[in-house]
């Protein structure tokens, strides 16, 4: 899934000018709930994204050769206003695209004031809130997992094929 994750956002990289703008390397922000309730969970969810990252830049053939290089920030899951200012923490230094955040309402604001405005990609892998499929994105918001309403849908038909 990570791979698939990182695939996907190489991609959308290729048609960004902003990962080709300094001639060095691409920088990419991690955004995720390090502290707050999920802080157990994010530890291995940056350290995987990372090792992705990591894969892609050694193996020399991403984007002529160029290298990536990570920055995390906190989400804190809950704290819109404390996402936000991470967030633009994270473009104001140079990111290109954001993999988060975590937690749905942090993950909309951060997109919603942060990551479209400036033109960045962002995608998250856990967000689930419906509301952000209708997102106002201009095309710069992704994310891995399905809304809780797909997930509704495919656990009716799933427990509707069960009964006898």
Same mark, same amino acid.
């Given at each position: 899934?990570?791979?698939l994750l990182i695939g996907i956002f190489v991609f959308i990289l290729s048609f +960004?000018?902003? *990962?080709f703008s300094d001639g060095? &390397?691409?920088?990419?922000g991690i955004i995720l709930g390090f502290t707050g309730p999920i802080e157990t969970?994010?530890?291995?969810?940056?350290?995987?994204?990372e090792l992705a990252f990591k894969e892609a830049s050694d193996s020399g053939?991403?984007?002529?050769?160029?290298k990536i290089s990570v920055e995390r920030a906190d989400s804190t899951c809950v704290d819109s206003a404390?996402? +936000?200012?991470? *967030?633009?923490?994270?473009?104001? &230094?140079?990111?290109?695209?954001?993999m988060g955040a975590d937690c749905s309402g942090v993950t909309g604001a951060i997109a919603t004031n942060v990551a479209v405005p400036n033109g960045v990609v962002m995608i998250s892998p856990s967000a689930t809130s419906p509301g952000l499929t209708d997102l106002?994105?201009?095309?710069?918001?992704?994310?891995t997992a399905p809304s809780d309403a797909r997930g509704g849908q495919v656990l009716s038909r799933?427990?509707? &094929?069960q009964k006898s």
């Open positions: 899934m990570k791979k +960004t000018s902003k *990962a060095h &390397g691409i920088k990419m969970l994010t530890p291995a969810m940056a350290a995987s994204a053939s991403l984007l002529g050769g160029k404390a996402a +936000t200012t991470a *967030a633009e923490g994270l473009v104001s &230094g140079g990111v290109v695209a954001i106002n994105d201009n095309g710069y918001f992704f994310r799933y427990y509707k &094929g």
